[in-house]
């Protein structure tokens, strides 16, 4: 296990209380007598409790824990942005309207039906009338953004407050610093250029904050009998670890004869993403699944997008000799330079809609799941984890089900899975022959499907 300062000791006692809270605040989740504090503190378990289990099983390097300091550092902002006199007169309040309005606006860009619901439409319309008058009241702030883009906002109760100033201001610039490597390490599109020393880095950066706002935080709340369901521990190491070994068998017949290649990095990356969801599901944290889809999902749209030409996986993600865009060869420069700019096919395209382009192209796409083709399900769900991963207090009010594994989701992340590793055989015939391997791997993502049918009964 790598070394954090915080012993292991220190660190399983930082986990036994926060689990504490955690089961106390979960059963009243979507109460309106919480605190504020209370419903952020909630979130900061969430994502807190499932970086310490990454930690405790030596998975600390996963790319999924950069989203979850990310989402913690988030969620300590907001808290001490509660602190203020004047944003706990103006902007807290709207803290339940925050979560209705970005509510409405994921399943307004995918099931504009459903946000015609009574129910929906009536709390969307008093959360924008609400936030209106907020931002009427916050006269330092309200005027930097104008009203009507307020309700578009990622993060509506900050009422055009700048989010990094706010880090950087309650939290200091050592938070700030993890704060934007750890978006760019989110972000990044050759996975060769992650540094592993980082993560160790913010880990204990992030620990002593957690360890400061779990000193701070009392729950008054009376303990409730909240438990976890049970499921076959056995099984699951079986399942996940025949994917790990499959997986194992594949990186090292490509490294064999391309060693420093994309897409060596790349699988080695995911290995780790799926030890993150192996440890969610022994754990039963089904509240960080949307944090593993997101990345996941993005991970499998890079590698899609790259995997479009065989050299690119086997070199860069930009070959010059292949593309003589002067445009195309500066962003290439600077991408690995500062780590900062898109992906060199992708060129002004946002990751949002490089992810959507994917869903869109998946062949199965127009399939149904949910009463929904499975491109827009799959929309929909990739709304829900940017919005669940945003450090906004997003759970508190977020449905049962973000706590309950969500098997036809599973299913979705295996079938994609499996057509992105398809993808990557066939790019590379003709020049290493992973057909064996990728038949394996199947086999193995079979049986994860398996155990998800065990979770339906």
């Known amino acids: 296990m790598v ?217 008054l709340l009376a303990p409730s009998r909240f438990s976890l369901p049970s499921f076959d521990e056995k099984s699951i190491h079986s399942s996940y670890g025949m994917e790990m070994m499959a997986m194992k068998l594949l990186i090292n017949k490509i490294a064999n004869k391309y ?33 593993i889809f997101k990345c996941e999902i993005e991970w499998m749209a890079n590698v899609n997008l790259v995997s479009s030409m065989s050299s690119t996986l086997i070199n860069f993600n930009f070959n010059p000799k292949l593309d003589s865009s002067s445009e195309a060869e500066v962003r290439f420069n600077s991408f690995h330079k500062d780590l900062t700019s898109p992906n060199i096919f992708c060129l002004n395209t946002s990751t949002e809609e490089l992810v959507n382009s994917f869903f869109d192209s998946l062949k199965f796409a127009g399939k149904k799941v949910c009463g929904m083709k499975i491109a827009d399900y799959l929309k929909m769900k990739y709304q829900e984890a940017l919005c669940s991963t945003l450090g906004s207090g997003f759970l508190y009010d977020a449905p049962k089900r973000f706590f309950e594994p969500e098997t036809d989701l599973f299913f979705l992340m295996h079938d994609i899975f499996k057509f992105t590793m398809h993808k990557i055989r066939d790019q590379l015939k003709g020049l290493v022959d992973i057909s064996v391997e990728i038949e394996a791997l199947d086999d193995a993502v079979g049986k994860k499907d398996n155990l998800m049918l065990k979770l339906n009964k």
């Open 259 to 291: 060693p420093s290649s994309f897409i060596v990095a790349a699988l080695t990356r995911f290995m780790e993403e799926s030890k993150s969801m192996e440890n969610i599901f022994i754990k039963r944290q089904f509240y960080d699944v949307n944090t």
């Open 3 to 219: 070394k954090a300062f915080y012993s292991v000791k220190a660190l399983r006692q930082l986990y036994k209380e926060m689990e504490a809270k955690f089961k106390v605040l979960y059963p009243r989740r979507g109460e309106v007598n919480l605190s504020y504090e209370d419903k952020l503190f909630f979130e900061l378990c969430c994502f807190a409790l499932s970086l310490l289990n990454d930690y405790f099983e030596n998975n600390l390097y996963s790319l999924i824990n950069y989203q979850r300091f990310i989402s913690i550092i988030e969620t300590c902002t907001l808290l001490s942005l509660g602190e203020e006199k004047d944003f706990k007169k103006i902007n807290v309040p709207l803290f339940e309207s925050q979560y209705y309005l970005m509510l409405s606006n994921v399943y307004a860009k995918n099931v504009p039906s459903f946000v015609e619901s009574a129910e929906l439409k009536k709390q969307r319309d008093l959360s924008i009338t609400n936030l209106i008058k907020a931002a009427e009241n916050d006269k330092a702030y309200s005027a930097q953004i104008k009203q009507e883009d307020i309700t578009k906002l990622k993060m509506p109760i900050l009422l055009g407050r700048d989010l990094e100033e706010s880090i950087r201001f309650y939290l200091g610039y050592i938070y700030i610093s993890d704060f934007k490597r750890s978006s760019q390490m989110t972000g990044l599109f050759d996975y060769r250029d992650v540094d592993d020393k980082y993560s160790l880095y913010f880990f204990n950066d992030v620990i002593r904050m957690l360890d400061k706002a779990n000193r701070e935080y009392t729950c």
